[in-house]
């Protein structure tokens, strides 16, 4: 009888033993695992921080490039695109590239522009700029629609001062031969431009 009950005793042991054995054996992965799971987010995390600064060092070299092809003033690289377009597709391929059609916010910016789009494209040239009126039409807006508040229309004629056009003239041009003066024109004539990039 004795030894039945220790063989039943052994027996139960074992069973617990194995029992403990498996169950820590469950536990010991679920550690591996969660300390694995950690590693990967943090390698993730890290992965990403890489790709966001490399993204920014590529728009970084691009703003330098343009700025190197085109000229730079007021905090500001300006690149001009002599091929002439109408106003829309000169505006996507100034977004295209991370700009905006140039946008003066000055006399001297404007000044500026003018110098550069006589030197770069001609002197009597004309480039779109990023105003115009297609959401009301009289309230010339930027990019962002935000409102303008510098304004270099020319009022020289006094029978019909700029802009002049109504429903059927809704971007805003400036013009080299006008000494930098603007225009309101329609949208689907075709001129040159120059795109504007904000240095940050």
């Not at 629609?145 to 270099?152: E, H, L």
Request: aromatic residues 6%.
């Amino acid at each position: 009888m004795e030894l039945r009950g220790v063989c039943v005793l052994l027996g139960l042991l074992l069973l617990v033993n194995c029992s403990l054995q498996q169950t820590a054996a469950r536990k010991k992965p679920v550690k591996k695992e969660t300390t694995k799971d950690a590693a990967i987010e943090e390698l993730q995390k890290q992965i990403n921080d890489i790709v966001e600064e490399l993204s920014h060092l590529k728009e970084q070299q691009a703003l330098q490039t343009v700025c190197l092809k085109g000229t730079k003033f007021h905090g500001k690289c300006f690149l001009a695109d002599p091929v002439k377009k109408r106003y829309h597709t000169a505006s996507e391929d100034c977004n295209a590239m991370g700009g905006v059609l140039g946008t003066p916010s000055s006399d001297d910016e404007n000044d500026q522009l003018r110098d550069y789009l006589r030197q770069s494209i001609g002197p009597d040239e004309q480039i779109w700029l990023g105003f115009n009126d297609m959401i009301t039409e009289g309230t010339w807006t930027d990019h962002t629609t935000s409102g303008i508040t510098y304004r270099n229309w020319d009022t020289s004629n006094s029978r019909a001062p700029q802009p002049d056009g109504g429903q059927a003239q809704n971007c805003a041009s400036l013009s080299g031969a006008a000494r930098g003066k603007w225009f309101d024109e329609n949208c689907r004539e075709e001129k040159a431009s120059v795109c504007q990039f904000n240095i940050v």
